[in-house]
């Protein structure tokens, strides 16, 4: 029997350049059946939701997600930790996410991949599969990460990370640690490998890509500079036309004069906001603990008491706002850095990331401030509270 048609009406629904007005979205159990035109007839048959004129995107996906709701997923590496993390974080309109384990032991990071697993076969909304940040890392660019759990991969680590899992995996490596064989192996695995917390020179990185990498890990942060002579990672990574760079829009883990600089600098649909959300994201308790360091978010800012970021308290909705605020992105390329092209990075642009007939029904329901009044996830409304 086929589940009943719903009509999302009132809505200014995101298109290519921009929201449009006199559209209506119909979808169908979780998935999207059509964008129609206000007085089409099929509305008149189905179960109707007014969105009260309120703007209507494609449902946020962030690939770095530490923690929310005051749990922190390497502190509890479980399928209720994941639950209260998304539950947390679709208040502010995701809908689909990578949890994501910080350099941790390799007990913790195996626990790690089995709950993602486990959370996705249990239908924990938006939990997409899982993104490993470390130990495989550099210590002249440890950031807050225990260096003396860095590590160079073994036969189990290689065996546990390509085996065959019901999301995707993406891990960030440090590519002068790690041989280029080993990125190769894991690229050829299907898992998405990304430079990340490396002091490596601009050759190496080019190697590395060439090898397999795809992707950078919070560009700017925790890698080489940008310099005349040397490159850098950063140079590598703007230079390349075809790897994706995650960037953090808080105002502080990057400049917006540095931010307009690499997202004119990358081909289009390479830039993707992320995160690197920690704990204090949808809590009301600004504080927590990492590596037995009590952390405290202060004005956004997540901070050591030595003054390192210790990731972000920032949530995909005001992520998007300062992307049109701060950056001065259209909000339609802010909508697609948020949705559209993380899709594309994850494999999963067919099923996740755009407004179009065949995708599964995951919206955000924005006012006109950007701030979120609900969110769908596979036909299912949540209510941001």
């Known amino acids: 029997m086929n589940a009943p048609l719903t009509a999302l009406v009132n809505a200014r629904v995101m298109g290519e350049h921009g929201p449009q007005d006199g559209l209506a979205v119909l979808t169908r159990g979780a998935r999207i059946e059509a964008?129609?035109?206000?007085?089409?007839?099929?509305?008149?048959?189905?179960?109707?939701?007014?969105?009260?004129?309120?703007?209507?995107?494609?449902?946020?996906?962030?690939?770095?997600?530490?923690?929310?709701?005051?749990?922190?997923?390497?502190?509890?590496?479980?399928?209720?930790?994941?639950?209260?993390?998304?539950?947390?974080?679709?208040?502010?309109?995701?809908?689909?996410?990578?949890?994501?384990?910080?350099?941790?032991?390799?007990?913790?990071?195996?626990?790690?991949?089995?709950?993602?697993d486990a959370a996705i076969e249990q239908g924990v909304p938006g939990v997409l599969g899982i993104h490993l940040e470390g130990p495989f890392l550099a210590t002249a660019r440890k950031g807050i990460h225990d260096a003396t759990l860095f590590r160079l991969p073994d036969a189990?680590?290689?065996?546990?990370?390509?085996?065959?899992?019901?999301?995707?995996?993406?891990?960030?490596?440090?590519?002068?640690?790690?041989?280029?064989?080993?990125?190769?192996?894991l690229s050829e695995a299907g898992v998405l490998v990304v430079a990340g917390h490396t002091a490596a020179t601009y050759d190496a990185t080019r190697a590395a890509l060439d090898a397999g990498v795809c992707g950078f890990t919070h560009l700017?942060?925790?890698?080489?500079?940008?310099?005349?002579?040397?490159?850098?990672?950063?140079?590598?990574?703007?230079?390349?036309?075809?790897?994706?760079?995650?960037?953090?829009?808080?105002?502080?883990?990057?400049h917006p004069a540095a931010l307009r600089v690499a997202i004119a600098a990358k081909a289009r649909g390479k830039s993707v906001l992320v995160t690197d959300a920690m704990p204090p994201v949808g809590a009301a308790n600004p504080e927590y603990v990492l590596n037995g360091q009590t952390i405290v978010a202060r004005d956004g800012i997540c901070q050591s008491d030595a003054?390192?970021?210790?990731?972000?308290?920032?949530?995909?909705?005001?992520?998007?706002?300062?992307?049109?605020?701060?950056?001065?992105?259209?909000?339609?390329?802010?909508?697609?850095?948020?949705?559209?092209?993380?899709?594309?990075?994850?494999?999963l642009d067919r099923q996740l990331?755009?407004?179009?007939?065949?995708?599964?029904?995951?919206?955000?329901?924005?006012?006109?401030?950007?701030?979120?009044?609900?969110?769908?996830?596979?036909?299912?409304?949540?209510?941001?509270?």
Request: glycine content about 10%; aromatic content about 4%.
């Open 220 to 254: 700017y942060n925790a890698m080489t500079p940008l310099g005349s002579r040397e490159p850098g990672v950063v140079g590598a990574a703007l230079d390349d036309p075809h790897s994706w760079c995650g960037l953090i829009v808080d105002g502080h883990h990057v």
């Open 35 to 116: 964008i129609v035109r206000a007085d089409d007839s099929r509305i008149a048959n189905a179960q109707r939701h007014d969105v009260g004129g309120r703007l209507l995107l494609p449902g946020f996906i962030d690939v770095q997600v530490n923690g929310g709701g005051g749990m922190l997923f390497n502190a509890e590496p479980t399928v209720e930790a994941l639950a209260t993390i998304s539950a947390a974080h679709r208040q502010f309109g995701t809908t689909g996410f990578l949890p994501t384990l910080i350099t941790d032991t390799a007990e913790v990071m195996h626990k790690a991949l089995d709950a993602v």
């Open 156 to 185: 189990d680590d290689i065996a546990a990370i390509t085996r065959r899992r019901r999301g995707v995996v993406m891990i960030t490596l440090a590519v002068e640690e790690v041989p280029l064989d080993t990125i190769r192996q």
């Open 307 to 347: 003054g390192v970021l210790a990731g972000s308290a920032l949530d995909m909705a005001t992520g998007v706002r300062n992307l049109v605020q701060m950056v001065g992105l259209t909000l339609a390329e802010a909508s697609r850095m948020a949705s559209a092209y993380p899709a594309a990075w994850l494999g």
């Open 353 to 385: 990331g755009r407004l179009v007939a065949g995708q599964r029904a995951d919206f955000a329901v924005l006012d006109d401030t950007l701030h979120v009044h609900e969110t769908w996830i596979g036909g299912v409304r949540y209510a941001a509270s």
